[in-house]
Structures are given as C-alpha cells and as structure tokens.
C-alpha cells in the first residue's frame, strides 16, 4: 500500500485547502471523497445563493469572481473544480472511506476501492450527508425528502416545509414562485434569525399578504399519502398535501468520529475534542477541520472561517 504524509477526508473546499497547503509545504498527500469534487455544494439547490460574499470563499489566496458580491452555487464548482484542476492536487473520486486504524503510528484506510496508508490523517467530512430527521410516522414515505433542489418539480403540489433555516425559507419563496401551494411548519415562534437579511424580509411579508401560509410554534405529527397532521398552538391540524420538504438541519456522522476514537462532549452538542492551536484531536496525528469540528452546532463553521485551518494543520504536522 502506498504511503503518504497526509490522507484528507473530504474533497469539500476545506479538504481541497488541505491538500493545496500539503502539496505547498512538499508533502505527500492524497484527498478521498466518496462523490464529485465538492460533493456538498454539488447536492447545494440549483439556484442557492451564499451567504458570504465571493472573497470569504476563496482558498490558498486564489481570487473568486463572481457576477454579484454573493456568488451562486454554479459559480462555487467552477471555481473550487478549477483549483483542482489547474493545481493538478491528487483526488480521488467517489472513494468511500470505510474504515481507517491505526496501527504503530500509522494510519490504514480502507475505502470502496482500495486501502492506503497514512502518517496523517485530515477529517474534512462536513456534515451535509446525514439529516436530522423529524422521526414521526411516514417520514419514509416516497413524497418526504430532506433535500431540496429545483423549484420547478414542486409547480402546482401542495408543498409543505418544515424548518425555519435558510434552506427552508429560501425553498419556500421559490417554489411559491414557480406556483407551488406553500405551507411552512416552523418549531418556534417566528422566523430563524439567522436567515440571510435580504431574505427574511421577503418571506415574511409573503406570510403576511398570505401568499405562504406558515404555522408557528407548529409539529409535525403523521404523514399520509395524501395529508399532513401538525399540531399547532390551537390544536391538531390536517392539512392535504402532495410533497413534504424536511429541511430540519444536517449533522455530521458521529458514529464514523467514535469509531475513529475521537472523544465527544457529553452534552447535546457532541464537540469532538481538538487542540485549537493545532486542530489535533485527542488522537494523535488525526486532525479535525471545517465544519466537523463544531459537532452539532452546524451554524458556527463555515468555509469563511474555518479555511484557517489548512495551515495550522499543515505546519504542526511539519513541526513533528
């Protein structure tokens, strides 16, 4: 098995900054991800916007333009799928990570296709592959999904939304404006604060004119094939209904994090332990970067912030 200096997890733009600064700094290096170059942003919805402006999303110093301040989700694969092309880094492609060990301070890792060996290990996982589920009766059902993408699927169906984040609101006011009849189920009593602010306004007073009908402080109960039962502050509501969209939040796999050995906190915010200043966790040359680090609190890391840790990774992996 061929050996290298680092072994990334994660062909996200924080794994794909890893590897950059590994191939910078002359070490060897390999980056498995388990679909597409950025797989997360590629199952991102088609017309998604980013929060954060164009620059807050570059990697390695290498400039981003986008059309607007806030570029879209197409521009985001061009420019990450660029930086792996031009930059020629080692990828490998939907690879599987199924098992890594280590082993007389060695890491094996076994993968769909084959098995490598690294002095390092990067986890770069992310956490858009495994929803928070609503847990109630027909949530399998086939008109349930946790993922949103084309508005255009959802034109003249009696769409209803659960979630109140930017991925719901932003669902909502799109498929109400490719004739989708919109409900939003919402858990609290307004909408999310943190939805983007030339957003939050839209959608409320698309609720206040009565274009989307919203239920506050509202759950979902059951789901039939051709209703919904919430239960709402007045009581228990029926409501017909084609598609559901469960956009409740993602959370990373914390089960593949324990099987690595990586202690969890013992709250509900499950932080996986690391040293900030090195971002290694508890177990030696296994280093934590991007949004994984924040455990539940999906909302904390993004790609603005937590680009840093390429470097940090890179030189204390050089220091030992």
Not at 30 to 58: H, T
Not at 187 to 216: H, M, T
Not at 277 to 283: A, R
């Amino acid at each position: 098995m061929e050996l290298f200096d680092v072994v990334i997890i994660g062909g996200g733009p924080i794994g794909i900054a890893c590897g950059l600064e590994a191939k910078k700094q002359g070490l060897s290096y390999l980056i498995l991800e388990k679909g597409p170059i950025v797989n997360s942003l590629f199952n991102y919805p088609v017309n998604m916007q980013f929060f954060s402006s164009s620059e807050k999303l570059e990697i390695d110093g290498i400039p981003f333009i986008s059309n607007e301040a806030k570029p879209r989700r197409n521009e985001a694969l061009e420019y990450y799928r660029r930086i792996v092309t031009s930059n020629e880094l080692k990828i490998n492609l939907f690879e599987r990570v199924e098992k890594v060990k280590k082993q007389d301070a060695k890491f094996t890792v076994k993968t769909s296709k084959s098995s490598y060996v690294g002095s390092n290990i990067i986890l770069a996982t992310g956490f858009y592959d495994l929803p928070n589920k609503i847990n109630v009766p027909g949530e399998d059902l086939h008109k349930v999904s946790h993922y949103y993408n084309d508005p255009h699927f959802y034109a003249s169906q009696k769409l209803a939304i659960v979630g109140a984040s930017n991925s719901a609101i932003d669902a909502a006011l799109e498929c109400y404006r490719k004739g989708a009849e919109v409900t939003l189920i919402i858990r609290g009593p307004e909408v999310g604060q943190r939805v983007k602010y030339w957003v939050r306004p839209d959608i409320i007073n698309r609720i206040k004119e009565g274009s989307i009908k919203a239920y506050y402080n509202a759950t979902v109960k059951e789901i039939r094939e051709t209703e919904i039962d919430i239960e709402t502050d007045e009581g228990k509501v029926t409501l017909e209904n084609d598609f559901v969209l469960a956009l409740t939040g993602y959370m990373p796999n914390f089960d593949f994090l324990k099987k690595l050995g990586i202690k969890l906190s013992k709250d509900n915010k499950l932080l996986p332990t690391y040293n900030p200043d090195t971002m290694e966790s508890n177990i030696k040359g296994l280093y934590l970067a991007g949004v994984i680090c924040g455990g539940m609190e999906t909302h904390k890391w993004f790609i603005e912030n937590s680009r840093i840790h390429a470097p940090l990774i890179i030189e204390a992996i050089l220091e030992q």
